[in-house]
Nanobody, 127 residues
Framework: QLQLAESGGGLAQPGGSLRLSCVAS????????IVWYRQVPGKAREALSC????????NYADSVKGRFTTSRDNAKNTVYLQMNSLKPGDTAIYYC????????????????????WGQGTQVTVSP
């Protein structure tokens, strides 16, 4: 069974950058779209970005558009989230999850469409 593991979180200053990784084990990631989302304890999950299996289609939430970029390296079984111009409001636990193995996927940012998220990685943005 495919398992996902997030890494790369940590402490960053406002205006700084971090790159998160979502690594798959137990199978190949290359046929699945991947969504990144975050959650602050006590608040609803927020979908941030999606990349389809080919890497040709991406979609971003307005809150991160222009600051975050998702990409994938299927040879490494890894999807990335490059986060620039970080703000204190970006502090959260970040997760990745996979979508269905369809030929075409428009990358909707609806979390109910995705499954198999990992344990998450903490991102803290503070002076």
């Amino acid at each position: 069974q495919l398992q996902l593991a997030e890494s790369g979180g940590g402490l960053a200053q406002p205006g700084g950058s971090l790159r998160l990784s979502c690594v798959a084990s137990g199978g190949t990631l290359k046929t699945y779209p991947i969504v990144w989302y975050r959650q602050v304890p006590g608040k609803a999950r927020e979908a941030l970005s999606c990349i389809d299996a080919s890497g040709e289609t991406t979609n971003y939430a307005d809150s991160v558009k222009g600051r975050f970029t998702t990409s994938r390296d299927n040879a490494k079984n890894t999807v990335y989230l490059q986060m620039n111009s970080l703000k204190p409001g970006d502090t959260a636990i970040y997760y990745c999850a996979r979508g269905p193995n369809y030929t075409y996927w428009a990358c909707p940012l609806r979390l109910r469409e995705y499954t198999d998220w990992g344990q998450g990685t903490q991102v803290t943005v503070s002076p």
